[in-house]
T-cell receptor, first 115, second 113 residues
């Protein structure tokens, strides 16, 4: 398997623009997670899905952030409108609940810069 | 509220040394604890996962221990190499019915040749 795939790897945009981040989880995994990493706050969970259904979105910072998982192989995280404080690395991770350890496997991340 | 702390924040050692990274958590009611490695500009790679019923896990030169009652875990790296230089993060999972991980801030390790 290719692992968790994220696109784009880098995104530079201007304040006020819409940003869409994409994630393809590992095939067969039933959990998908979106994290944000900054120097100040470290790694924070934004939202996670189980079987395509959002389970916990308490980490989503505000209404400008939204996430969808239309099917088992694709998820998006959208920021509209974007602000400079949204600049961070966004990670997607997936896991398989029925496995012995239910480890989370991370994608390479999308580095977002909002000017 | 679960809080995870890693000490030290940064560590520099000469090649060949054995070293210990520390992770502490405030709520001992955890399901498991996972150690990750992150290279600069890269994603996270899972190193070891310890279930709450386990005391330790080993993989090659790495050994992770867990003391739930005291809220502590250690990652032991034997015979460190320059290739071990990276940031090491620990994360705890609260319960079996949630996938949510709470991360520490990480320890940045530099192994000098």
């Amino acid at each position: 398997d290719a692992g968790v795939i994220q696109s784009p790897r880098h995104e530079v945009t201007e304040m006020g623009q819409e940003v869409t981040l994409r994630c393809k989880p590992i095939s067969g995994h039933d959990y998908l997670f979106w994290y944000r990493q900054t120097m100040m706050r470290g790694l924070e969970l934004l939202i996670y899905f189980n079987n395509n259904v959002p389970i916990d979105d308490s980490g989503m910072p505000e209404d400008r952030f939204s996430a969808k998982m239309p099917n088992a192989s694709f998820s998006t995280l959208k920021i509209q409108p974007s602000e400079p404080r949204d600049s961070a690395v966004y990670f997607c991770a997936s896991s398989f609940a029925a496995s012995s350890y239910n480890e989370q496997f991370f994608g390479p991340g999308t580095r977002l810069t909002v000017l | 509220k679960q809080e995870v702390t890693q000490i030290p924040a940064a560590l520099s050692v000469p090649e060949g040394e054995n070293l210990v990274l520390n992770c502490s958590f405030t709520d001992s009611a955890i399901y498991n604890l996972q150690w990750f490695r992150q290279d600069p500009g890269k994603g996270l790679t899972s190193l070891l996962l310890i279930q709450s019923s386990q005391r330790e896990q080993t993989s090659g030169r790495l050994n992770a221990s867990l003391d739930k009652s005291s809220g502590r875990s250690t990652l032991y790296i034997a015979a460190s190499q320059p290739g071990d230089s990276a940031t090491y993060l620990c994360a705890v999972r609260r319960a079996s019915n949630t996938g949510k991980l709470i991360f520490g801030q990480g320890t940045t390790l530099q192994v000098k040749p």
